[in-house]
C-alpha cells in the first residue's frame, strides 16, 4: 500500500504561519491528524480541531464543510477578515447581473448531469441525508405533493422507455406476492398476478 504524504505546517497559516520550507514537515496521514489534535489541545483553535478530525475520519466530508462554516462565521475575527476583504471590490456590470439572476433558470449540460449521475452511481444516503431531503422537498411542495412528477402523466418518451422495459415480461405470483418479471420462477410461483 502507498504511504500519502501531507504538508504540515510547524506553525499554522490560520495562526499566521508561512509557506516557507522551513515552517513544512512532511508526514503520513495519521502523524498530519496527531499533529492538529496537539494544536488544538494546546491553542483551542478550531481550525486544528477541524483538521484533526477530518484528517483522522471523525467527520465526513459534508460535516467538515458545515463545520467550518458554522465556526468560521461565529468568529468575530473571522467575520472582520471576510468584511475586510470585500471593502473596496467592485465587480462589472455582467456580473453583477448574473448575480442577481442566480442560476434559477439556468440547466446543467447533459455532460455535467452525466458525470454527476456517474459520481453517485452505488452511494447511499444515510439517514439524515433522507430526512435532509424529505424537509427540502415539504418546503418546496408545501400542498403535500413531494415530488414534481406526482400526479402528472410520464411524458411520450418516458411512456416509450417504459414499454421497451417491460417488453416480455410476465406476472408471476406465489399466493402472497406478485412479481414482474422476465425470469420464469420455480414451481411455488404461477402465472397470473394477485389483486
Known sequence: MKIQYHKHHII???????????????????????????????????????????LSKQLGKQDLHRE????????????????????????????ADALHAGRRNSKNSEEHNKNISVANTGKQHTQEGKENIKLGL??????????????????????????????????????????HTHEILDETWSLGRIK
Not at 403535500?144 to 410520464?154: A, F, I, W
Open 12 to 54: 499554522p497559516r490560520h495562526a499566521g504561519g508561512t509557506d516557507d520550507p522551513s515552517n513544512i514537515l512532511k508526514v503520513n496521514t495519521a502523524m498530519h491528524a496527531y499533529l492538529h489534535k496537539c494544536l488544538f489541545e494546546e491553542h483551542g483553535r478550531w481550525q486544528d480541531e477541524i483538521a484533526w478530525k477530518g
Open 68 to 95: 467550518m462554516i458554522t465556526k468560521s462565521l461565529s468568529n468575530p475575527e473571522t467575520r472582520l477578515k471576510m468584511r475586510n476583504k470585500k471593502l473596496g471590490r467592485t465587480i462589472t456590470q455582467k456580473h
Open 138 to 179: 415539504r418546503k418546496r411542495f408545501p400542498n403535500g405533493r413531494t415530488s414534481p412528477t406526482k400526479g402528472k402523466s410520464p411524458s411520450i418518451h418516458t411512456r416509450e422507455i417504459l414499454r421497451q422495459q417491460n417488453l416480455g415480461k410476465k406476472w408471476w405470483n406465489n399466493g402472497i406476492i406478485s412479481k
